[in-house]
Every structure is written in C-alpha cells, then in structure tokens.
C-alpha cells in the first residue's frame, strides 16, 4: 500500500468521507450497548453508591483527552519535520475534540467530585494539570489560527503543542506523584480493580469515545482542506460534477 | 438489570443531580459539535462558491 497516496489532502478528503459515517457508526453503537451496561446492568457502588456511574463517562474523556493530545502532537511533529500539509491539517481537526472531551472530563469529574468529596473544584496535582491541558487546547487553536499565513500558523502552533507535550505524563502520574484527593489508578499495566461489568461498561464507552472521536476528526479535516484548498482546482470542480 | 422501576432509574439513588448533569453535559457535548460540524461544512462550500463567483465576474 502507498501511503503517501493518501498523505495528498486530495485523496484523503475523499477517503476521510468514506470513513467517518463508519466511525460515527461504531461509536453509536458501542454508546448504545456501553450505556445499557453501564446504567442498567452494573451494580451499585459499596461506598459511593450510585454516584459512581460517572465514571462511565468521566474516565473515557479523561483518557480521550490525554490520546488525543499525543496524537495531535505527533501529527505537529510531522508538520515540523517534513513540512506535510496533511499532518498540520489534521493536528487542526483532532483539537476541538481533544478540547471538548478535556472538558467533559472535569465537568463530569466535578460533579462527581461534590458529592463524593464534597467540593467541585480543588487546586490539586490531577485537577490542575488536566485544566492546563484544555488551555493547551485553546492555545494550540488561537495560535493556529493567528496568522495571516496559515502555514506559519502551522509551525507556530505545532511547536506550543509538543512542548505542551510534557503535560501528559505530569496528568497521568500525579496520582502517584503528589498526596492528592482524587483516586489512584483503578486501571493501569498492573490489572483492574473493578467489578468485572464496571470495567466491561468503562471499556465499551472508552472504544465509543476513540471511534466518536476519530469519526468527527475525520469530518472536520474535510471542513479544513476545504478551507485550505479553496482555490485549488479539484476544490471548485467539487461541486460541478 | 439492576433498577426495579423507571422512578428508581431516574431517582439515581438520590444522586439524579450529578449523575444526570454528568451525563447531560455529554449529550449536549455531542450535539453541540456535531452542529459545529454541520456549520463548518456549509461555510466552507459557502466560501468556495463564492470565489467561484468572483472569478466568473472577472
């Protein structure tokens, strides 16, 4: 297979068309059968009663939200190395996704934090650095978009997205790191902690959440090449035929 | 399945507030983007058309 056949904007905006319904397809129906798991079937939580079943959302935004910066950095990194159209492209098409799953993941996390640790919000390791990560999100898309020249506002911003890059491990670790009021890892490299359904329904949400996310990527990078190739030949033929 | 009734669903144990706020805030998440999605589309092709125009003119 060639891949530099679809590293064309081109062909891949023809081939992030064929692809996304796909994805939006699977991630509805993982959604469907994650949430039955999770709202109906698993059991209540010992200690925290039914309040727990946030985490159906809260812990597939959260890891989303990691993912999705790393590879939006990776395709920076591309963009800096071999000055590709294609990777900057996409690194502007993951952001907004990247940035509402950030989001989702501290609202959920806050109202699952008030009646469980009775605040909304503390300065802690975990919460602090997942908030600098959403403004990594915002930064990355104003500075992309803060140049009269788009691909200045490639490099400018995939340079701020891979050094923001060192945030990651910071989210990921604070747990271990620091005395903080958010919970250790219920599952890492060394196995779950979890009632077998818990872990079933976080894992079927998480697959949702990856599918869901690459789906609207894909929509949006199409929006994009538009938006960059507007006077490019193939781009006015669209419509005419 | 776990609830013995719809009330007893909804009711979340007495936590329907933050559960629901929770899960709300996804569905809004979703729909939200997905309108963003729609409206950039439409401003792209929009635009393209218009630079069609404005070469057709000239």
């Known amino acids: ?65 990691m993912f999705l910066y790393f590879l939006m950095a990776c395709y920076c990194a591309l963009t800096l190395i071999f000055n590709t159209r294609l990777s900057a492209m996409m690194a502007r ?74 945030n990651l491990p910071i989210i990921y670790f604070s747990v271990q790191w620091w005395n903080t009021l958010h919970q250790g890892m219920s599952v890492g490299p060394k196995g779950s902690s979890m009632h077998p359904t818990m872990l079933q329904a976080m894992l079927v ?29 193939w781009v006015r033929d669209l419509g005419r035929s | 399945m776990w609830w013995k009734s719809w009330s007893d669903f909804w009711a979340m144990g007495g936590h329907a507030f933050f559960v629901w706020m929770s899960f709300g805030a996804l569905l809004a998440g979703v729909v939200v983007e997905g309108v963003l999605l729609r409206v950039r589309r439409a401003r792209a092709l929009a635009a393209i058309e218009e630079e069609r125009d404005l070469e057709a003119e000239n």
Do not use: C
């Open chain 1, 1 to 65: 297979m060639n891949w530099f056949y679809f590293s064309s904007p081109v062909t891949f905006y023809g081939l992030a068309g064929r692809l996304a319904p796909w994805f939006f397809a699977l991630a509805a129906l993982s959604a469907a059968w994650g949430l039955w798991l999770g709202l109906a079937v698993a059991p209540r939580d010992a200690t925290q009663g039914e309040v727990y079943r946030v985490i159906f959302i809260h812990v597939p935004t959260a890891w989303m939200s």
């Open chain 1, 93 to 166: 098409a993951i952001a907004p996704t990247g940035a509402l799953f950030t989001f989702l993941a501290l609202w959920t996390g806050s109202f699952w934090g008030k009646p469980t640790w009775g605040t909304y919000w503390v300065w802690d390791a975990r919460l602090t650095s997942e908030l600098v990560l959403l403004f990594l999100y915002f930064g990355y898309m104003a500075l992309a978009n803060a140049f009269e020249d788009p691909r200045r506002g490639d490099r400018a911003s995939a340079l701020l997205a891979i050094i923001g890059v060192v």
């Open chain 1, 205 to 233: 949400m998480s697959f949702s959440a990856w599918m869901y996310a690459a789906g609207a990527a894909l929509a949006r990078v199409r929006s994009v090449i538009l938006e960059r190739e507007r006077r490019a030949q």
